[in-house]
């Protein structure tokens, strides 16, 4: 059984200076973004910055998480001006009376926001609910069974 040559153990308390932190992170969020697999870039922080692989996979997820909460930010700010975008696209077409222009471009920042529902389609089985109906009236009201087996008069004979 062969066991991995013991890394040189550093005094607990020696922590990695903040802004060799922060260059850490930003080569393995470069790296990330390049498409690098997981496993390739863990390997190249413990050979380059001599840590153990619980150390770069606390780097990957910091990295992960600064890029996450950047681009929400980028994200947001993208989906501001769009909204403010459209919103002149309409005050414009309405001054134009370009109604169905207008309704389009606030239709789309509606969108940006959430608060836009595309179609609601809704198929309702008439046949099938008054089917039910009649198993459910048979079910629980027996005594009137036989007015729900009982043909209707036609309209003419009335």
Request: hydrophobic share 35%; charged share 35%; glycine share 4%.
């Amino acid at each position: 059984m062969s066991e991995k040559p013991s890394k040189p153990k550093r005094p607990r308390g020696d922590r990695t200076p903040e802004a060799d932190l922060e260059r850490r992170i930003r080569d393995v969020t470069k790296q990330i973004i390049r498409g690098n697999p997981i496993s390739d870039i863990v390997e190249d922080c413990c050979s380059r910055f001599k840590v153990c692989e619980h150390t770069a996979q606390n780097y990957i997820a910091e990295a992960k998480e600064r890029f996450k909460a950047q681009w929400q930010k980028d994200a947001a700010a993208q989906a501001e001006i769009y909204k403010q975008r459209y919103e002149a696209i309409a005050l414009a077409a309405m001054a134009e009376k370009k109604f169905g222009e207008a309704t389009s471009a606030l239709n789309s920042a509606a969108k940006l926001q959430g608060l836009f529902v595309d179609r609601v389609e809704a198929k309702v089985d008439v046949e099938d609910g008054v089917s039910k109906l009649l198993r459910e009236i048979r079910a629980t009201r027996p005594e009137i069974v036989h007015l729900t087996t009982q043909a209707l008069p036609s309209p003419e004979t009335r």
